[in-house]
């Protein structure tokens, strides 16, 4: 070891990177900008493109698509629900992986998988081809998943976890800005070649930034935080931490029932997220809101979650994050109540939809990530995260597929929104009855 090395950026490890520890003299000093910001910041571009592509944009296929091959609204749903379960099957999957390899192979694969699934999707002729151009987005979508995504930042952060990431989240509410953009490429070229160009897109965006992304901070000569490290780093397993943190295992974790009240709660505020965003605009369409204003409003409310994920990342990083994820859940149910009262007529009620059920949406969101973190530390961060996003992936599945049954059946989306208003009181229950964290302690103590 060469004592007058020094290391500003991770990008020196050659080979193996997310396996090896290098030696780091005891005078080295951290570049002014913690190396974990760069990783929040890949993050938040990465998924920036795939929800706007894939998760938001999708909803502006939607019409075109029924117009196109004459599908019903729950056969186009189905595609999404069949993505939800895809998704939710891979993520425990993906959780271990993420815990072993990092999540820079796996972003970095799954970007090129995304752009190669909406490409296919741009060239269906037939259902079986919708459905498989699905199945191929919805791999690539899981390897950037935010099972993934978090998983990194969550390595990278304690202290800070809820502001990191509420910032790397901002990237999939950002995603709704494609809307319009999709909108137009759709007027413009016509909904295949607008999806093909949407594919290319993906692989000029995701592949390059999929590469700054690193596993864990220690790996590098860092700590959490940007915390300068104190001793010399070795080769070999031991990862050095700090003084106290929680260290729970997988298998101690699944017996915790403070993990299922987490994972429920989730999943049944997913069936109305899942919902809205497919739905948005057919919804609003049915009710005789015009296009332009139904893609206005599917823009505005990730945007508006934006404040949410700022709000909640900065009171849990103060506060305890059970409590102020509970805060922000009566926000969504909120939000339903003005939004299945929409109409043409009756159009300002979109006005506190768009900023209650943004805002709770946001806030709720955001502090997954710390929660689980503040509730089992890092030991096991992937595998756990990729479980609840599993769970999660079941209200996903159920959501879009119970909304476009109910529209095929009745004519109105009506009863669908009461139903999941009912739900989401339910995970407000859940959510403000979990078990408090444990106490952290020293690693190995």
Not at 3 to 26: C, F, M
Not at 34 to 60: D, K, N
Not at 308 to 319: C, E, P, V, Y
């Amino acid at each position: 070891m060469k004592n007058s090395t020094s290391h500003h950026s991770p990008d020196h490890n050659p080979g193996n990177q997310d396996k090896t520890y290098r030696a780091i003299p005891l005078n080295w000093k951290p570049s002014k900008i913690f190396y974990g910001w760069w990783v929040v910041g890949a993050s938040l571009l990465i998924t920036l493109p795939m929800a706007g592509f894939v998760t938001f944009g999708f909803t502006a296929f939607f019409e075109p698509i029924v117009n196109e091959f004459g599908w019903s609204y729950t056969q186009i749903s189905l595609a999404s629900s069949f993505r939800g379960v895809e998704a939710g099957l891979l993520a425990p999957l993906i959780g271990l992986v993420v815990d072993r390899w990092g999540p820079r192979r796996l972003m970095f694969g799954g970007a090129f998988i995304i752009g190669l699934g909406l490409i296919f999707l741009s060239r269906i002729n037939s259902l079986g081809m919708f459905y498989g151009a699905f199945v191929i987005m919805t791999i690539g979508t899981s390897a950037c998943s935010p099972t993934v995504v978090m998983t990194a930042i969550a390595n990278w952060f304690r202290r800070k976890v809820g502001m990191a990431t509420a910032i790397a989240g901002c990237g999939f509410a950002l995603g709704s800005l494609m809307v319009p953009v999709v909108v137009r490429l759709i007027d413009a070229f016509g909904w295949q070649t607008a999806i093909f160009i949407l594919g290319v897109g993906m692989w000029i965006i995701g592949l390059p930034l999929s590469l700054l992304i690193r596993h864990k901070p220690e790996q590098y000569g860092y700590l959490p935080d940007g915390e300068q490290m104190s001793a010399v780093i070795h080769h070999g397993d031991a990862v050095p931490s700090p003084a106290y943190e929680v260290n729970i295992s997988m298998k101690q974790a699944l017996k915790s029932r403070a993990l299922w009240h987490i994972g429920l709660a989730l999943a049944l505020m997913h069936l109305p997220l899942g919902a809205v965003i497919l739905h948005v605009m057919p919804y609003l369409s049915s009710v005789g809101v015009s296009r332009l204003t139904a893609s206005l409003v599917a823009t505005a409310t990730p945007l508006v979650s934006i404040i949410g994920r700022f709000i909640s990342g900065w009171l849990g990083d103060k506060f305890d994050k059970k409590l102020v994820t509970t805060g922000f859940t009566p926000l969504i149910c909120f939000g339903l109540l003005f939004f299945m009262y929409a109409s043409s007529e009756a159009m300002w009620v979109l006005v506190p939809f768009i900023i209650l059920f943004g805002i709770g949406w946001g806030g709720t969101g955001t502090l997954r990530a710390a929660l689980l973190r503040e509730y089992f530390g890092r030991r096991s961060f992937g595998a756990i995260f990729g479980l609840t996003m599993g769970m999660t992936a079941v209200g996903t599945v159920i959501g879009p597929l119970f909304a476009g049954w109910v529209f095929d059946n009745w004519g109105s989306y009506h009863v669908a929104w009461v139903v999941f208003t009912v739900f989401t009181v339910a995970a407000l229950i859940i959510m403000a009855t979990t078990p408090s964290a444990s106490t952290g302690r020293p690693i190995g103590g």
